[in-house]
């Protein structure tokens, strides 16, 4: 029912069908009904005038007959009586079965009883309403009855009666009964018909308004097919328009719409392409003049010891801030090749245990003058996962140098807790922290926390940034927290193979250690 | 006097390294077209050659394929990008070590050029045997029924470097400190383009490789013919 219902929503040419129907449905009733009731008020009409007619005649021919017989004896009266009966029954214009019935009108008390019905026609019969209508009545009189035959069935039947006066037998009344057996079939059979035609019309209509629907309907349904293959990046397919009518219209505009977007999104494609390429040109173009420099600055700078104070200086600091340079290219680079969505995942298997270890033990000395330490807490000895090992050691170095600046030599706890299908990497340092307004800037590009603070690193600002999208590229997720003085949590959620996506957080991003 | 080849069209960062090499007591030869570098190469064989990628005349992994046909001297490739397409071609072409510019310090490119050029293992003498293979260490010879298979020096180390301890499986890393020198790298691409430049070459069947086997999640380690 539910089923029929959605899906009778959920179609315009069912519904158009559907109400259609049943609108025209309700027509062909009314005009139907109507024309029943004006074809059974004719026949019948013409049925009654007919009968009253040769009933008049026949009731007429019987008095004049009756009063022939004047004076004669009983038994030639009673002749008389039954041939009357047998020429008005058998005296017959149509098929239509006729009975005569002859009734001793009350009060008369002739000891002669002439009271007849033919056929085995039951005179009770005629009902004592229409008997005391012919009494009192100069005409005939009419009204429509059930005959009953005496051991037999009823039958519907019209009895038209008068008085007549039967020699040495006084007043009776004659009644005429036609059956109507016939007219009933016909107006049955006509009937019958006219829901037939009915049905017929409404199946026809059906059929008509379902042929109709489906022109205005395909155009329709193939506009929405092409929209979807167009919100899927398939711009490719384009309506048949074959007429000119307000359908070909749409599919016009609807083609016209689709051009334009499908150039469009190619200008823009092409721009952001073009765009990423100088962006990439640029970074690699620069690499092989920055070369030449790093190594006539190391040369200059090795020998610096033969430099008086201030050549010699100014030599370490061109080596550092080429130093500098550089990284901040090599993260223009990752940068652009993120942004050009051709970064590539460069999975392998490793255990992060023994990365994160590894990580650690590299930032020792830097750690070291900063007095702070990395303490590393794993829930295994070894986790296994499927990733590229050199971003994901990118994002710990990050994460890692990032503590470090930002610890305040407190000890930074390094935790890894793995799950049957995600890892996580949480890094809580308990230094100066991040307040909300930082928090939701922290992983923007060229974000610096404090201007005034010192980076050990000479960080690029691109760090964060960097790791957030190395995360993702993972299918993994890298989440901060922070408060002013309370230090902050960095957790990285990566699936344990990168082709999955994550489904917890193994590390609750607010640490344990931390109440509001 | 060692001779090193640097094919590298940029005249000024070719003179640098000039500098910088022959400072550290090499002899340099400069080509700066990739269509050249083949002739001088013939003429005046060198000892390594340092191959840039994009040079006008003949691409650089071009370059290195003529070179590596006809000479198993090894071969150095810069790159201005690091990304892994550059880098994997370099090396499937028959590289053995790339350098991304710029270098970290004058000194990590020398380095780099004296590990390639070091005579390893000359504390192993006599024949090492890995599979159906027999290894002469002094010789520098790998032999399979007596006839000898022509491995560059890199090839041949990372042979030796599995051979001499059967059965120990190497991580990626371990291999990349022995083989290449490098004691913090995590470019594994390097283990696997030679492993499987090396396999096409000793390998029975390089698809189902039985003498140097895969470790799964591990590393590489010498299989025993017939029943790894």
Redesign the interface.
Known sequence: MNTIFSKFRGSLALKVIVSTVVLSLAVILAAGSALNSQLTTGIKKVNLQSSIIEARSTIFNAQYRLLLAQGQRDSEVRKVVNDVIASATSLSTNENAREVVFLKSPGNSRKINYEIASNLVDPTSIPMYLSNKVRKADDISISYITIKYIGGSDVPGLAIGDKVTIPNAGQYEMYMLFSLVNQNTTLTLIQNYLLLTGLFLVILIGLITWLVVRQVVRPVRQASRIATQFTAGDFSERMNVRSEDEISTLGNAFNEMAESLEKQIARLENLSRVQQRFVSDVS??L??????????S??INSSRQEFDPIVARSAELMVAQLDRF?RLLQDLLEIS?FDAEVA?L?A???DLVTLVQ?CAE?LLLVAKERSTELRVYSIADSV?VQAD??RV?RILRNLFSNAIDHAEEKPIAITIVAGEFDVAVGVRDFGVGLDASTLIQVFDRFWRGDPSRSRTHGGTGLGLSIALEDARLHNGELEAWGRPGKGAHFVLTLPRNSMEIINSRLIKLQPDDYHE | MTLVMVVDD?Q??SE??G??LT?AGIDVDLVSRGDEALEVFRNNPPDLVLLDVMLPGLDGVEVCKLIRAESMVPIIMLS??G??QDVVRGLEAGADDYMV???????E?VARIRTRLRRTNTDISGLLTIGDLAIDVAAHQVLRAGKQIALTRLEFDLLVALAKEPGRVFSRDALLSEVWGYR?S????LVNVHVQRLRAKIEHDAERPEIVVTV??VGYKAGVLGRS
Do not use: C, N, W, Y
């Open positions: 690699h173009e690499r092989t003049p920055l070369t030449t420099l790093r190594l006539s190391e040369v550089e090749r590539v460069d392998t298997e490793f590894r590299d296994v090992i050199r050691e | 940029d000024d960062l640098m390294l500098i910088v400072g201005a990008r990304d892994s510019k710029p270098f970290k310090h004058p000194s490119l913090h995590t470019d594994t691409r799964r999640g």
